[in-house]
């Protein structure tokens, strides 16, 4: 009997423990995409993802004299994440602003990509450091994705590239 009980409350012990895991990661997780989600509003909300990447070029860059979007699309290969996008840009001329100049040694122009979410309302940015991945996973689990799409609207192949080159 006490051999039972024991045995019965090591169980208990353990259903306990995997349950109170399982319910912190959860609310952590929720905590933590809602409360990034809500940053990224205030910063702007954008009828498409490469809305949201002109709105950063025009923040980041001072009288470029051209822009071109080579890529806009989904950030996973096989679409399976169509709310979490990727965006990738050529900007020439002009400067940062942070006052350097646009361009590398290795060519006249600069290459910024960055993360778009469709959430319910829009598109926002999501800095890579902000695990835009984790918080797309997050999304559809707690149903905060907006419907996003598995095609993109720039793609590699379809794009004009000219100068702009990888």
Not at 80 to 86: A, I, K, L, T
Request: glycine share 10%; aromatic share 16%; net charge negative.
């Amino acid at each position: 009997m006490k051999r039972s009980r024991s045995l019965l409350n090591s169980v208990a012990l353990v259903v306990g423990a995997s349950m109170f895991c399982i319910g912190a990661l959860l609310i952590t997780s929720w905590l933590y995409t809602t409360n990034r989600l809500q940053v990224a509003r205030t910063a702007g909300v954008f009828p498409s993802a490469e809305a949201g990447m002109r709105n950063l070029i025009a923040k980041n860059y001072v009288e470029p004299y051209d822009y071109q979007i080579i890529y806009a699309g989904p950030n996973s290969f096989d679409g399976s994440s169509p709310y979490v996008w990727y965006v990738i840009a050529c900007v020439w001329g002009g400067h940062r602003a942070d006052g350097s100049t646009v361009g590398s040694e290795r060519h006249d122009y600069d290459q910024p990509g960055s993360f778009f979410l469709n959430a319910k309302e829009g598109w926002v940015f999501i800095p890579e450091g902000a695990f835009p991945g984790f918080m797309g996973f997050w999304m559809e689990v707690f149903n905060l994705a907006g419907p996003g799409s598995s095609q993109p609207t720039h793609d590699w192949d379809s794009s004009p590239q000219g100068e702009c080159t990888f």
